[in-house]
């Protein structure tokens, strides 16, 4: 059984990863998955990517890592197509009518999507207290 909270399964963890870890940029599930790579290879492909697109893996993705590495079969390529769909996100689309209610007349578009990223931002934090 996995267990994400023992923090001896990430001996093996490049010591660059503790700060995103601390940051809360790096999830420790993730941290445990990618803990299973060589450090002086794979891990070192999370940390350039990182580097280069300010992008980590998620969970789904770490996992996906580590499953494609103890089959012997990744390789920057592999590792790099199941990073690719993070450099390209997907798009949300929400109809301004369905939104208005909760705003002023004749709020810009702009303003709405702001302060509804601040309050989801606001409600994220307050779930990681």
């Not at 580097?51 to 770490?62: C, D």
């Not at 689309?93 to 309050?119: H, M, N, Q, S, W």
Request: glycine share 4%; proline share 5%.
């Amino acid at each position: 059984m996995e267990n994400y909270d023992d923090l001896g399964s990430l001996s093996n963890l490049h010591e660059d990863y503790s700060a995103l870890i601390s940051s809360k940029k790096l999830h420790i599930k993730s941290a445990y998955y990618l803990s299973g790579l060589d450090i002086d290879a794979e891990q070192l492909w999370v940390l350039r990517f990182y580097r280069e697109h300010g992008i980590l893996p998620t969970i789904k993705q770490a996992r996906e890592i580590r499953e494609t590495c103890d089959k012997k079969k990744l390789t920057l390529k592999a590792f790099r197509a199941i990073m690719e769909p993070r450099l390209h996100p997907r798009k949300l689309v929400l109809d301004y009518d369905e939104l208005a209610p909760f705003f002023d007349d004749g709020t810009p578009p702009e303003d709405i999507k702001r302060d509804i990223i601040k309050v989801l931002t606001r409600w994220k934090n307050n779930l990681n207290k």
